[in-house]
């Protein structure tokens, strides 16, 4: 028989199984509407994602996404404790070791950027799995060991390899979350952000009686380390908190590796054995079988031979499997995707400028101007850091209801509440007593609880999942390019002025608008 008979042969062998799939099953992509038109990412993955989320469809959401849902807020925790903690503990150890301040914050967000390119692009390549491990490990340890910092140099190196294992929470966790949670539960990915604020309010409620009692009185002309342990008990608490959470991931949870990372390498029958062992996890029945996809793949690939199909994926898993520019050109497939991409990336970096040069240096500026009314006391900051972390908690619900909305969905909220966030930055700068800034502030912390919750969800949701690692270390990346950016201009800008507020309320509210011209609105859609 001729080469080209044989393949003729497989063709109608092939397009048999796929009818005989079809009549046996329940599973079709035709239960859920993804994100995508046709022809926007490769159409033999898009056809198998397509299968895979009606299967996920099916499954529901059960126990097992519930537990992710938990162990995934850790990484949002660790996002907010670790990068919060600059600003936390820098009057006292400034009283310590005498250094400009701003070099602290630069270590951190130095630390940040590496984990985010690392563990945002390299999820893509070795899996989910192991980052969504090793991140939360590294910060625990790193966290707990520079307790015990002995000077600035040896504080601020610990912090940044700290800031490599948190730098990759985000990026892989939202992608973990997302590959695992069934299409109508993808506003879950939002409502996520509530760890974030939970995270807040621990580290202001361990800082406040730990800051407050065992600190150099401010301005001190001398400041001994036995004088001083109050940032160093906060670091040996939120580092062994956050080994504790990773303990929970690695030996409690049973997390597998993710489906659509898996149809993306070409590993059809990994991937359908994990989605059978989530519905056995969830006590529910699947009819998903590696049939489904290789007809689905099938039929997308417009009936070309066995040969040239192996070929194809032989292509495909490597490219998938080494580190190349694959991955980065897939976010920019079409015109429309690359705009999309194009705008979150921009939104990403602007936001990170904005809140990290306001963020870091809060406690800063509330115990400035405090100081003008008589109340700068640790005491006093850190109650109002407490307030701030409770005032923030409520956004996260708000946010996970307002993207679900007619009419607004991701975009109009993220819109409106980075808009609020810009215009609550403006009007603290009128206030004329300690108080009326702790308003403001509060103002600020509500709104931009739900532009980061919104932001952190509508970019993994419009990155197709083969490439959604990469895709949210590009956006990381920014955020955190910028980040290092902040305390660079801080060290040269006047921070007793008003003048970082006006700066960093301005590019706000211009991310806001900006967010209106994204392409994709992900509400009632599924992401594949």
């Known amino acids: 028989m001729s080469e ?22 329940k599973v079709t992509p035709l239960t859920s509407v993804d994100l995508y038109e046709d022809g926007t990412v490769d159409p033999v993955y898009q ?69 985010a390119v690392f563990w945002g692009f390299g999820c893509d390549i070795w899996g989910r799995r192991w980052s969504f491990n090793l991140t939360l490990f590294l910060a625990g340890v790193f966290g707990l060991s520079a307790g015990g910092s002995p000077d600035f140099l040896t504080l601020a190196s610990l ?3 700290l800031g490599v294992g948190v730098g990759g929470n985000l990026p892989v966790d939202s992608a973990v979350f997302l590959d ?47 004088e001083n342990m109050g940032w160093r008990y906060l670091l040996f608490t939120l580092g062994g908190m956050t080994l504790i959470l990773w303990a929970i991931r690695f030996f409690v949870f049973p997390l597998y590796e993710s489906p659509r990372y898996l149809i993306g ?36 690939s417009g009936g070309e031979s066995a040969a040239e199909r192996e070929r194809r994926e032989r292509q495909v898993l490597s490219r998938s499997s080494v580190f190349t520019v694959d991955h980065i050109k897939g976010l920019f497939e079409t015109p429309k995707l690359a705009w999309s991409t194009s705008l979150l990336i921009f939104l990403w970096g602007i936001i990170g400028l904005a809140s990290t040069l306001y963020n870091s240096f809060l406690p800063y500026l509330l115990a400035s101007r405090g100081a003008q009314f008589g109340d700068s006391s640790y005491y006093t900051t850190y109650r109002n850091q407490v307030i701030l972390g409770v005032v923030g908690v409520p956004g996260a619900f708000l946010a996970g209801w307002a993207v679900e909305q007619p009419y607004i969905g991701r975009r109009g909220t993220l819109a409106l509440s980075a ?13 004329r007593s300690s108080n009326a800034l702790l308003g403001w502030n509060c103002g600020y912390t509500f709104h931009s609880n739900i532009m980061y919750g919104v932001l952190y969800a509508i970019s993994p949701e419009v990155f197709p999942a083969k490439d959604r ?60």
Not at 15 to 24: C, L, M, N, P, R
Not at 202 to 222: K, M
Not at 490 to 505: I, K
Not at 507 to 520: C, D, N, R, S
């Open 4 to 25: 080209k008979a044989y393949d003729d042969l497989e063709v109608k062998r092939d397009s048999q199984s796929q009818k005989d799939a079809a009549t046996t099953s």
């Open 265 to 300: 390498r070409g590993r059809d029958a990994e991937a359908v054995e994990i989605v059978q062992r989530i519905a056995q996890f969830n006590g529910r029945e699947c009819d998903l079988h590696v049939d489904h996809l290789t007809a689905a793949g099938l039929a997308a």
């Open 469 to 528: 690692g990469t895709g949210n270390g590009l956006t990381a990346t920014a955020t955190r390019v910028f980040g290092i950016i902040a305390p660079v201009i801080a060290l040269y800008a006047n921070l007793q002025t008003a003048v970082p507020v006006y700066v960093s309320g301005g590019l706000i509210i211009g991310a806001g608008l900006v967010a209106l011209l994204l392409p994709y609105e992900p509400r009632g859609k599924a992401s594949i």
């Open 47 to 115: 056809a198998k994602a397509r299968v895979l989320n009606a299967a996920l469809q099916e499954i529901g959401m059960g126990k097992y996404q519930w537990w992710l849902f938990a162990v995934a807020g850790f990484g949002w925790f660790a996002d907010s404790v670790w990068p919060l903690l600059g600003g936390l503990i820098l009057s006292p150890v400034v009283n310590e070791f005498h250094f400009n301040g701003p070099f602290l914050s630069l270590a951190m967000n130095v630390g940040l950027f590496v984990g």
């Open 159 to 161: 912090l940044a390899v």
């Open 180 to 226: 695992f949670v069934p299409g109508s539960h993808q506003f879950l990915l939002t409502i996520l952000s509530i760890w974030w604020s939970i995270g807040q309010l621990v580290a202001d409620f361990i800082a406040w009686p730990l800051i407050a009692n065992f600190s150099c009185p401010q301005g001190a002309a001398t400041c001994s380390r036995s």
């Open 419 to 431: 808009g609020l966030t810009g215009v609550f930055l403006f009007a603290s700068t009128t206030a």
